[in-house]
Nanobody, 114 residues
Framework: QVQLVESGGGLVLPGGSLRLSCAAS????????MGWYRQAPGKQRELVAT???????NYADSVKGRFTISRDNAKNSLYLEMNSLKPEDTAVYYC????????WGQGTQVTVSS
């Protein structure tokens, strides 16, 4: 079955960096559009970034220039490099696979606070 397992979240100071990873299994990762979404307390889940099978990327305006999405098809893995983190980036970050009806990981908490 499809599994998406995120890792790499944690507590970081404003201005700091984190790298999230998503290990995928159970489907042809290399042909899937993948994405990162986030949900802050009391808010709706929102798109952070997507990457197509061909490597085309798309970012939310709020993270452009600070976050970088990438993938390693040989490792069936998706990544999100997050730099210059702000308190408003605090959220649970979810990995998403754009196949069939769509699949979500369980999420990883990112907290940006001094």
């Amino acid at each position: 079955q499809v599994q998406l397992v995120e890792s790499g979240g944690g507590l970081v100071l404003p201005g700091g960096s984190l790298r999230l990873s998503c290990a995928a299994s159970g489907f042809r990762f290399s042909v899937a559009t993948m994405g990162w979404y986030r949900q802050a307390p009391g808010k709706q889940r929102e798109l952070v970034a997507t990457i197509s099978s061909g490597g085309n990327t798309n970012y939310a305006d709020s993270v452009k220039g600070r976050f970088t999405i990438s993938r390693d098809n040989a490792k069936n893995s998706l990544y999100l490099e997050m730099n210059s983190l702000k308190p408003e980036d605090t959220a649970v970050y979810y990995c998403y696979a754009g196949i069939l009806a769509g699949y979500w990981g369980q999420g990883t908490q990112v907290t940006v606070s001094s």
